[in-house]
Structures are given as C-alpha cells and as structure tokens.
C-alpha cells in the first residue's frame, strides 16, 4: 500500500533545488507518494506547531515549539558554515549601536531572529516585515537595519547597503560549528519505517540535484524570482552542500548547542534532547 506523504518546504531556490530530484519522479521515493505543499517558511512554522503535514521544512528556532510533534531528519539541513543571515544598513554603523535602532526581522520563529538575539543580549528594537521587503525598506531609510536572509545576502551591495553583521560568522568563530538554520522534520507518530524511507528518499533527491546540477539549478530558477542564473546557483551552492546531504555528529551538535543557548537565555521553552531520525 503507497503512503502519502505531505511534503511541506518553501518556494526558495535553494528548496527548489534539494527537493528536484523529487518533484520531477528522478529518484526512488521508497512506495511514498509525496505530495509537494508550498509555502513560507512563517506558514510552515505555524502549521508544524499543529502537526498538520507529514513531512515539513521547519525554522531551527521553531523546533522548540514542535519537537512533541516533529523529530529531524539528519537530511536536508541549512547550515551557515562561516556565513549566514546578515544585519545591513543604509549608513554605515558599528554592531555594537544595533541595540539603539530599530531592526527589520523577517518573522519571529526565525532561526536568524533567534540568532540575531543571541548575539545582542540584551533588548531591542524590531519590526516584523515580508522578508523581500526588508532590503527596499532600509535603503529608502523606512528602518536603521535589516535582517537578511535568503538571497539579499548576496545581493544587498547592488543596493549600496552596509553589512554590519554576519551572524553565521559570528557563530563560527565562537562555536567553530556551522550556524544551524532550518532543517527538514517528520512527525513521530508515522511509523519509524515511513520516517526512514522518507528519510532515505529526501537524501537521495538532494544527492541527484548535486549530481545534475545545472539541471536542478535550472528547476530552482522558477522560484528563484529576479536572481540571475549566476546568483541562483551561489546561493544554492551556500545552503545546499555537504551539511545537507548529512549533517553529521557537528550539525546535531550545533543544533542542540544553539537551542540550549536560547533556552539558557529565556528565549525559548526548554526542548532537552534534539531528536533525530537516522
């Protein structure tokens, strides 16, 4: 009997590109039928807190407030080795004056908002924004800083804006460990077979879209909005590599490390052990 199997993940390239071999019918799906389910990632992270699909791409920071619901799959992971979201701004300012402007955050359960508090330590100023909008509002000067993620991590000079921060750096260089961003959940009540073939079907997709590259770059090209080929395939290079195939020992680290930090700082429920599906 085929089991279906909600597959939920962001319209972004770098989605795009790890779940290609999938959507296109390149690799074996295990006796699953996937069903595909775009949308945000603010979306998904609201969803997951209902347990609503299967199978779910989720924010790091948002696995505090589903892991009753979703175990991670060491498979399909974002991890920002030595780079990451960044803080920008119009004027040039020092990271140290971040506290005393108001800061653009691309949603609350965000792993870079969760970040992005980490770092500060101590309260300020944000507003909530579409995460496309956040770059054309710092430049017309509407906020003092922006908080990127996805592609405006690349294309924010294009714009003459100044970054301030690059988060994923900061945390490399504190925890020698790749900044854990989002990863790819299963909901604990499927069988521990469907959660492996799952498992086992989401890396060979990602193994297939690094194998034909140009072939997924050019799939991820239709979410990849006005990004240049050239760009697209940069930034799917950045978020979809080595750590995503498998995250290894180091990337469950981090994971675990970045919420227990979070936790230790009273941003977050406590979560205990990370589950993980291997």
């Not at 006796?31 to 790091?60: M, P, Y």
């Not at 696995?63 to 991890?79: E, I």
């Not at 050239?230 to 994971?255: L, P």
Request: charged share 20%.
């Amino acid at each position: 009997m085929t089991t279906q199997i909600q597959l939920g993940h962001s319209p972004d390239s770098d989605d795009a590109f790890m779940f290609y071999g999938l959507a296109d019918h390149k690799v074996d799906d295990e006796g699953l039928q996937f069903e595909h389910i775009l949308r945000d990632i603010q979306t998904l992270n609201e969803w997951a807190k209902d347990g609503k699909l299967e199978c779910t791409a989720i924010s790091v920071h948002a696995y505090a407030y589903v892991h009753d619901k979703y175990a991670v799959l060491v498979h399909g992971a974002s991890m920002g080795d030595g780079y990451g979201p960044m803080i920008v701004s119009r004027d040039p300012m020092l990271a140290e004056d971040l506290p005393n402007v108001t800061i653009a955050i691309p949603g609350l359960m965000t792993s870079a908002f969760l970040a992005l508090s980490l770092y500060l330590q101590k309260p300020y100023n944000y507003v909530v924004m579409p995460f496309d909008e956040i770059m054309p509002a710092v430049h017309r000067g509407e906020v003092a800083a922006g908080l990127l993620i996805h592609e405006g991590q690349l294309t924010h000079t294009k714009l003459g804006l100044y970054n301030i921060l690059d988060l994923g750096k900061w945390w490399k260089e504190d925890t020698g460990l790749p900044l854990p961003l989002g990863v790819n959940t299963i909901r604990k009540d499927l069988p521990l077979d469907v959660q492996l073939r799952a498992s086992r079907a989401l890396k060979a997709s990602i193994e297939y879209g690094l194998a034909h590259r140009a072939a997924a770059v050019n799939h991820a090209m239709q979410y990849a909005g006005d990004m240049d080929t050239e760009t697209a395939d940069t930034f799917v290079g950045m978020y979809v590599n080595d750590w995503t195939v498998h995250m290894g020992e180091a990337g469950k680290r981090s994971i675990q490390l970045f919420l227990d930090r979070a936790v230790e700082r009273g941003l977050i429920p406590p979560v205990g052990a990370v589950e993980f599906v291997e």
